[in-house]
């Protein structure tokens, strides 16, 4: 007994702890306590780590575990749908860019771009709702009617310009026609649809592509900017660009239009009255 006295007594004695600088013997910081308390803390600040370490242990294990059951599998259908969505968009660009060019092959049933545009924007278009879906109806019913020659839809299109025609169409040499009008000129939509490109080249200047409802394809070249993005829905004579002066051999303020059916390029006058 007098052992365990003496050992406690030992540990309720104070001591000072204390740090000096090696240099000049000067006090640097110090405090006093005893063994009891020393060993005290120590013993609670393993205990503390101890349960620290378990709770975030145990927190990581079951995190893991959820993550691998449930947001995996949603992760991994999210990036399938972006992978198709994707692959569907630059399929439809690069028969935009053969539009472009001229290189479209107009004999070609396969590989249609209408088909291809339909498929893109089934993929962009977000699911309409039942007032959207009746207003749609009643704008498609508004913009075309039947014609029994061809079984073609009649659409009445808006000019995007009005001007002077310099150029016109010439089927196999010249896709569109060039309408001269004037400076800074607003130039709308022919007709409602949907923005599939917008880009720029030094021959062309600021290009606009828009798909419409029936298989037809409007190209908007030579302007100064652009005033729609990518996927943007706009309505018959909505301003989507301002007319510029590029391309060409043509001086002045010029509107490149071109119109596209079922693929192959027509003649925008016979749809559209381009006078002033």
């Not at 073609?152 to 310009?161: K, N, Q």
């Not at 729609?228 to 660009?241: T, W, Y």
Request: hydrophobic share 35%; charged share 25%; with cysteine.
């Amino acid at each position: 007994m007098n052992f365990f006295r003496r050992v406690v007594a030992k540990m309720r004695k104070t001591i000072k702890y204390s740090a000096s600088d090696p240099r000049s013997f000067e006090e640097v910081w110090s405090f006093q306590s005893n063994m009891i308390r020393l060993v005290s803390l120590i013993v609670l600040v393993i205990v503390s780590t101890s349960v620290l370490a378990v709770y975030l242990f145990s927190g990581t294990m079951n995190g893991t575990k959820s993550i691998s059951r449930s947001k995996l599998e949603k992760q991994s259908a999210k990036i399938v749908e972006l992978t198709e969505k994707i692959d569907a968009q630059e399929n439809y660009l690069r028969y935009v860019g053969l539009i472009l060019s001229g290189e479209v092959p107009v004999t070609t049933n396969s590989d249609s771009v209408e088909l291809l545009a339909q498929e893109t924007l089934d993929k962009f278009n977000t699911k309409l709702t039942a007032s959207e879906r009746r207003l749609n109806a009643e704008v498609k019913d508004d913009l075309s009617t039947r014609v029994d020659q061809n079984d073609r839809p009649l659409t009445f299109f808006a000019a995007p310009v009005k001007g002077t025609i310099d150029q016109k169409y010439s089927a196999g040499s010249h896709a569109g026609i060039h309408v001269l009008t004037t400076k800074d000129n607003t130039v709308s939509a022919c007709l409602a649809g949907t923005i599939v490109y917008t880009g720029y080249t030094r021959s062309d200047g600021y290009i606009v592509i828009i798909e419409h409802a029936g298989g037809f394809l409007s190209v908007y070249k030579n302007n100064k900017t652009v005033l729609k993005k990518i996927g943007g829905k706009v309505q018959r004579g909505d301003p989507i660009a301002i007319v510029g002066d590029s391309g060409g051999n043509i001086d002045g303020s010029h509107l490149h239009f071109e119109l596209w059916y079922q693929q192959s390029p027509v003649d925008p006058e016979n749809y559209i009255s381009f006078k002033r």
